[in-house]
């Protein structure tokens, strides 16, 4: 294609070309009302939200994406588009472990996007109540980190909740050292959580050696101590920067930079199949030798990957566990299903958590 010379020529092609793309757009916005109104007639509870369909739409655009437009920011332009067109059948409320900008909130909108409804809740107990109760669609909770391992209250209030597992998110966790100072020699005390200290360490003890620690409940709530102190400095996200108007002093201070973070989508329905898909599961084995070992030999022999497994205890008998599984595949697939069934032959108590979206 041959380009026009003159920039305000090339400057009226590109209003041309966006008034196109507004008028896409809202033709684009009409099919996502009417395919609403279609999947209300069938289930007038069903979820309008399909991460299946979204990462489909996304993945076929970067292969079919000729550039020079990145691929990349192909995902973060139609996470906002398709945000933006569920919001026209209703909003998308999602409660999360606050307060705003912890690393939770910015998983949360990873997923949904900016046009959703976002609660910020105390707890993660909270979070589930909320998504239990039906105040909120979604709920957003984190459950492992690659450094600090799995989040145990997570996985404990699994045991009685009703809720499913609708969708996960894995987010790559960058922490900042934020201030309304500009130099760092002006900084005399350190807000964050204590797991942001620690993971921020190696940093802070060559360019901060003599400076106080305050240690807090999140990220965000740090950020917040920072605002009104002009010595003090905080370890938080680059949302908090934006949401608490920090300045940003030093940028990724992790000493480990593949440090992420897994969280997962809480609903009470459960989300379509994809077909790549992953399947939580709760299972209590049986008090007797190699108990374990029969739990998850079906996995095995039906050909069945096992990504993950923890153990906790029940509190209801000593030494007695709760495991908690990873599979790869969908809980209604012939190989898992056979697989679930005679495990649950074999142990006291099964719950499948929910089968999901393996793919981000």
Not at 104 to 124: P, Q
Request: charged letters at 25%; aromatic letters at 6%.
């Amino acid at each position: 294609m041959e380009l026009p010379e003159d920039m305000q020529q090339c400057r009226q092609e590109i209003d041309r070309l966006d008034d196109d793309i507004l008028n896409i757009l809202n033709e684009r916005s009409q099919y996502v009302i009417k395919i609403g109104h279609l999947k209300k007639q069938q289930d007038s509870s069903a979820h309008l939200h399909t991460p299946g369909r979204e990462v489909a739409i996304v993945e076929r655009l970067m292969r079919k994406n000729p550039g020079p437009f990145p691929s990349e920011a192909l995902r973060h332009l139609y996470r906002e588009i398709m945000s933006a067109s569920l919001s026209l059948e209703g909003t998308q409320t999602v409660a999360y472990l606050g307060p705003p900008a912890t690393f939770t909130h910015l998983a949360a909108m990873r997923k949904f996007g900016g046009s959703a409804d976002y609660v910020s809740v105390n707890s993660i107990k909270d979070v589930f109540d909320e998504v239990e109760r039906g105040r909120m669609r979604f709920g957003v909770v984190p459950i492992e980190n690659s450094t600090e391992g799995v989040v145990n209250h997570t996985l404990d209030l699994f045991v009685d909740s009703p809720l499913l597992i609708y969708g996960e998110v894995m987010l790559e966790v960058s922490h900042h050292f934020l201030s309304k100072a500009e130099k760092l020699d002006e900084i005399k005390t350190v807000y964050s959580h204590p797991h942001a200290i620690a993971q921020c360490r190696n940093w802070l003890e060559t360019n901060l050696p003599s400076v106080n620690f305050a240690e807090e409940p999140s990220t965000a709530r740090a950020a917040e101590r920072a605002v009104n102190d002009p010595t003090a400095g905080a370890i938080a996200s680059e949302l908090a920067a934006q949401l608490y108007g920090l300045n940003i002093l030093r940028s990724r201070i992790e000493d480990n930079i593949n440090n992420f973070t897994r969280f997962l989508i809480l609903s009470q329905k459960g989300a379509e199949p994809t077909g790549r898909d992953k399947t939580s599961i709760i299972v209590s084995a049986k008090d007797r030798v190699g108990a374990l070992y029969d739990l998850i030999r079906p996995f095995s022999s039906h050909g069945i990957s096992m990504t993950k497994i923890e153990s906790r205890p029940t509190r209801r008998k000593v030494w007695e566990y709760l495991f908690y599984m990873d599979l790869e595949g969908h809980q209604d697939d012939d190989r898992l299903k056979k697989a679930l069934e005679e495990v649950r032959s074999r142990c006291l108590m099964m719950k499948v958590l929910g089968s999901y979206s393996s793919h981000q």
